[in-house]
């Protein structure tokens, strides 16, 4: 008979950073829809719960000792990736205030949704149990489906909800049977029993169940972080997605399936360590190459980003190569490297959407299109992202075309801006483990990627003056809101700032990993 002897009262307070925005969740869910300002008032409550959110993570980091309550680590690794999912949902909050009333789609139910993904994220990071970790991955997949299909009217929309659905189940059964098969080989589904099993488990007659186990889970985890080969549908997912779900998927989705990533394999990667090298070698060559090549090819701004963020999964596994040798290192130059993708890409998006025109406000001025049949759902509202729209933009907005460079530029590694020490110190532990082929290759695909990222920078200020748009058509561009520039300034100041002062971040990092490893 299992019997748990918990303590409640502790357990809140530490599970209270992810805690608290499932409860404002539900406050937005049953009491948003009955006031007649539901968006003002959902986005209020979304905003004060991130802030606090982030005061209690921070507060739960200092005093973080490590203790496993239940199924739940509270140590400062699971505080450290809160706070960069909670960073991630104040930028994604403050862009889409804006966003959403102009597309038509500002309903309460959004920001509920957004605040449910961090606390399966809470759980994802936080679970040293496999079955927790499944279950926080389901509830933050969930959410995302939906929010995929926000816009309804949107073709591309709903297209991009139901791909990610199919993918998502994918990756869930995948999971589940993994996690089966690691029980059915080892008699437990604990984190922790898991890794003091070491190589123990990797032999005898129940191996086959382990690799298979082990194999399938990755398999699933892989699908959520966009690994090739189940990268599929993942940048017609990108594309199709409101913009702003989109930065949340790229950015926290993303840090998410890479911290539950780690925890696996923490406890999994004994059992073979030469596999597990080997295994992580040709999926990070594979997918540098396929994410940047693909990249190459893309008109559109958000396929693009969605192929690059491809590629930046691959460099981010580029230090598991040595991670059976210098674990705690390399878990700080991935967390270094997560907390630099998401300051660059969220940068990058919000960018785009200062610049990026809709087609409601290309229609401002003119007629009002014809009322729809009664019964019908009315025309949506749809993105220009096309690269042709930055044409003049570097002359017009020069503010934005300047910020949007030096994003471009941290994105393909070019210092001394904040992706280059994030690439740096991650390639920095491959040499040290010895595997200069694989840097070899990383090198090379950043060269690819410097081309298609100098491509929309090209364009802002080389396009050429007969497609520049006329003083005229400045009316016609979406006006930055103070709370989109206030996102692109604290981007743009910590991509610069911390490309040039790195190393007290990095130690805060590494300070997070250490205890958690040991």
Same mark, same amino acid.
């Given at each position: 008979m299992i019997t748990f002897n918990l303590n409640w009262y502790s357990m809140l307070q530490q599970i209270a950073p992810w805690g608290v925005p499932l409860c404002a969740a539900l406050l937005i869910l049953f009491v948003g829809p009955f006031l007649k300002k539901s968006h003002l008032f959902s986005f209020g409550v979304a905003f004060v719960t991130a802030l606090v959110s982030i005061f209690l993570a921070w507060r @739960?980091?200092?005093?973080? #000792?490590?203790? $496993? !309550?239940g199924f739940l680590l509270f140590d400062?690794? #699971?505080? *450290?990736? !809160? %706070?960069f999912f909670l960073l991630a949902l104040v930028f994604v909050l403050l862009l889409s205030h804006s966003y959403l009333k102009s597309f038509g789609i500002a309903r309460p139910e959004y920001y509920a949704l957004l605040l449910f993904m961090v606390f399966g994220m @809470?759980?994802?990071?936080? @679970?040293?149990?496999l079955m927790v970790i499944f279950l926080g991955l389901e509830i933050m997949s969930v959410s995302v489906y939906v929010l995929c299909g926000f816009q309804r009217t949107n073709v591309l929309c709903v297209e991009a909800s139901l791909k990610y659905f199919l993918v998502g189940a994918f990756a869930s059964a995948f999971l589940l049977l993994g996690i089966a098969f690691i029980y059915g080989a080892t008699n437990t589904t604990d984190i922790i029993a898991l890794h003091q099993s070491g190589a123990m488990t990797f032999s005898g007659d129940t191996k086959i169940y382990a690799l298979l186990g082990l194999s399938l889970m990755v398999a699933g985890l892989a699908f959520k972080i966009a690994i090739v080969p189940f990268h599929f549908w993942a940048p017609d997912v990108y594309e199709g997605a409101p913009v702003v779900v989109t930065t949340f998927m790229a950015t926290a989705v993303k840090a998410a399936g890479f911290a539950a990533l780690l925890r696996i394999i923490? $406890? *999994?990667f004994q059992w073979d360590p030469v596999l597990f090298t080997k295994v992580v070698w040709i999926g990070s060559a594979l997918t540098m190459t396929v994410g940047n090549v693909a990249a190459l090819l893309q008109r559109n701004l958000k396929r693009m980003l969605a192929y690059s963020s491809v590629a930046h999964a691959g460099y $981010? %596994? !580029?230090? *598991?190569v040595a991670f059976p040798q210098q674990s705690s290192a390399v878990v700080a130059s991935i967390g270094f490297y997560l907390l630099t993708y998401i300051l660059m890409t969220v940068g990058a998006f919000a960018v785009l959407i200062a610049l990026i025109p809709s087609e409601q406000s290309e229609r401002e001025g003119e007629a009002p299109p014809a009322l729809p049949v009664e019964g019908a759902l009315p025309a949506p509202i749809k993105e220009h992202c096309d690269m042709q729209y930055l044409r003049g933009m570097g002359v017009k907005k020069p503010f934005l075309g300047f910020v949007m460079t030096v994003f471009l530029l941290s994105l393909a590694g070019i210092p001394p801006t904040m992706g280059f020490f994030g690439k740096y110190y991650m390639f920095l532990q491959a040499v040290q483990a010895g595997s200069i082929w694989l840097v070899v290759i990383g090198l090379l695909n950043s060269v690819i990627s410097v081309y298609y990222y100098l491509g929309p920078v090209v364009v802002m200020y080389f396009g050429g003056k007969e497609e520049t748009r006329t003083q005229e058509d400045t009316s016609t561009w979406l006006t930055s809101p103070a709370a989109v520039t206030a996102v692109i300034w604290i981007c743009f100041l910590s991509v610069s700032l911390l490309g040039l002062f790195p190393s007290n971040l990095l130690e805060l990092i590494q300070s997070s990993t250490v205890a958690w490893l040991s």
């Amino acid at each position: 008979m299992i019997t748990f002897n918990l303590n409640w009262y502790s357990m809140l307070q530490q599970i209270a950073p992810w805690g608290v925005p499932l409860c404002a969740a539900l406050l937005i869910l049953f009491v948003g829809p009955f006031l007649k300002k539901s968006h003002l008032f959902s986005f209020g409550v979304a905003f004060v719960t991130a802030l606090v959110s982030i005061f209690l993570a921070w507060r @739960g980091w200092i005093e973080a #000792t490590g203790d $496993a !309550i239940g199924f739940l680590l509270f140590d400062k690794f #699971t505080y *450290l990736f !809160i %706070l960069f999912f909670l960073l991630a949902l104040v930028f994604v909050l403050l862009l889409s205030h804006s966003y959403l009333k102009s597309f038509g789609i500002a309903r309460p139910e959004y920001y509920a949704l957004l605040l449910f993904m961090v606390f399966g994220m @809470g759980c994802m990071v936080s @679970g040293s149990n496999l079955m927790v970790i499944f279950l926080g991955l389901e509830i933050m997949s969930v959410s995302v489906y939906v929010l995929c299909g926000f816009q309804r009217t949107n073709v591309l929309c709903v297209e991009a909800s139901l791909k990610y659905f199919l993918v998502g189940a994918f990756a869930s059964a995948f999971l589940l049977l993994g996690i089966a098969f690691i029980y059915g080989a080892t008699n437990t589904t604990d984190i922790i029993a898991l890794h003091q099993s070491g190589a123990m488990t990797f032999s005898g007659d129940t191996k086959i169940y382990a690799l298979l186990g082990l194999s399938l889970m990755v398999a699933g985890l892989a699908f959520k972080i966009a690994i090739v080969p189940f990268h599929f549908w993942a940048p017609d997912v990108y594309e199709g997605a409101p913009v702003v779900v989109t930065t949340f998927m790229a950015t926290a989705v993303k840090a998410a399936g890479f911290a539950a990533l780690l925890r696996i394999i923490w $406890a *999994l990667f004994q059992w073979d360590p030469v596999l597990f090298t080997k295994v992580v070698w040709i999926g990070s060559a594979l997918t540098m190459t396929v994410g940047n090549v693909a990249a190459l090819l893309q008109r559109n701004l958000k396929r693009m980003l969605a192929y690059s963020s491809v590629a930046h999964a691959g460099y $981010a %596994l !580029i230090p *598991l190569v040595a991670f059976p040798q210098q674990s705690s290192a390399v878990v700080a130059s991935i967390g270094f490297y997560l907390l630099t993708y998401i300051l660059m890409t969220v940068g990058a998006f919000a960018v785009l959407i200062a610049l990026i025109p809709s087609e409601q406000s290309e229609r401002e001025g003119e007629a009002p299109p014809a009322l729809p049949v009664e019964g019908a759902l009315p025309a949506p509202i749809k993105e220009h992202c096309d690269m042709q729209y930055l044409r003049g933009m570097g002359v017009k907005k020069p503010f934005l075309g300047f910020v949007m460079t030096v994003f471009l530029l941290s994105l393909a590694g070019i210092p001394p801006t904040m992706g280059f020490f994030g690439k740096y110190y991650m390639f920095l532990q491959a040499v040290q483990a010895g595997s200069i082929w694989l840097v070899v290759i990383g090198l090379l695909n950043s060269v690819i990627s410097v081309y298609y990222y100098l491509g929309p920078v090209v364009v802002m200020y080389f396009g050429g003056k007969e497609e520049t748009r006329t003083q005229e058509d400045t009316s016609t561009w979406l006006t930055s809101p103070a709370a989109v520039t206030a996102v692109i300034w604290i981007c743009f100041l910590s991509v610069s700032l911390l490309g040039l002062f790195p190393s007290n971040l990095l130690e805060l990092i590494q300070s997070s990993t250490v205890a958690w490893l040991s």
